[in-house]
């Protein structure tokens, strides 16, 4: 197998040897995942490969039972290589802790650093990355403004965007992500707008509506999602995406999938 593969996790075994890769995916539900793979999940194949799925996130744990490590990762490679290539740019990484970590490894190895302007996640980004050792290397800080007073008076956020357009809005998110980022002097900075639950907001916006935007100071990207229900669901997929849309921009990918 390549040598850019991690490091697999071991298990030992009395009579041979158990090896397991874990390839982390954002993007796709579980049917997407299970259409791009068919003919290959089975779990009781050897290599074998089994899917656990966790709010908007989707691990493939692909194992194999040999007699040596080589064995087992020679034994598995053709099915590791033939899921990349399925999966394509929706697999973020393969054997890491979660997507704000692969974020920060990137972040790190091209020396750029980030900020981020939250409404409806309530810190909820600015809590994974700081929850990552070193993460004030790549991370600036955050605003948290929940309130159209601190959009304005914090983020500069114009007061004729938040009249005209409403605080859920693709002006507005393109105006806290350009805020922050300038508050903070950040290469890349990320913003999230959108109504959590548990009632439509007074524009009118369903439960679920959410922009998140990114900026590089030059270009500034906002992508409009609708991301179901439940107050606690919609805070996560939104963090979600916009570490997604920090690691498309940083990997030079599409900004909105396929």
Not at 19 to 48: K, W
Not at 225 to 235: A, C, K, N, Q
Request: proline share 4%.
């Amino acid at each position: 197998m390549s040598p850019h593969m991690p490091m697999p996790h071991r298990e030992a075994s009395p009579d041979s040897m158990i090896l397991s890769h874990n390839l982390c995916v954002f993007g796709l539900t579980e049917p997407q995942v299970r259409s791009r793979l068919e003919g290959l999940m089975d779990d009781t194949a050897n290599p074998s490969m089994t899917l656990c799925e966790k709010t908007g996130e989707i691990t493939l744990r692909l194992t194999a039972e040999a007699d040596t490590a080589e064995d087992c990762e020679e034994l598995m490679a053709p099915l590791f290589w033939d899921t990349r290539s399925r999966l394509g740019e929706y697999l973020y990484g393969v054997d890491v802790d979660s997507l704000e970590a692969r974020v920060a490894q990137l972040l790190k190895d091209r020396h750029l650093t980030f900020s981020a302007a939250e409404s409806c996640t309530g810190g909820l980004i600015a809590k994974r990355i700081t929850d990552i050792s070193g993460a004030s290397a790549v991370f600036m800080g955050g605003v948290v403004s929940y309130t159209n007073s601190v959009k304005a008076q914090v983020l500069g956020v114009p007061q004729e965007l938040l009249d005209g357009y409403g605080a859920v809005s693709e002006p507005v998110a393109k105006a806290m992500a350009e805020g922050v980022r300038r508050l903070t002097r950040s290469d890349l900075a990320v913003s999230v707008t959108g109504v959590a639950g548990p009632d439509k907001d007074d524009r009118g916006n369903e439960v679920g509506t959410v922009f998140v935007g990114i900026t590089d100071g030059h270009k500034t990207h906002v992508r409009k999602l609708d991301l179901g229900t439940g107050r606690d669901r919609v805070r996560t997929m939104a963090a979600h995406y916009a570490f997604d849309m920090l690691r498309r921009y940083i990997t030079d990918l599409p900004m909105e999938g396929e």
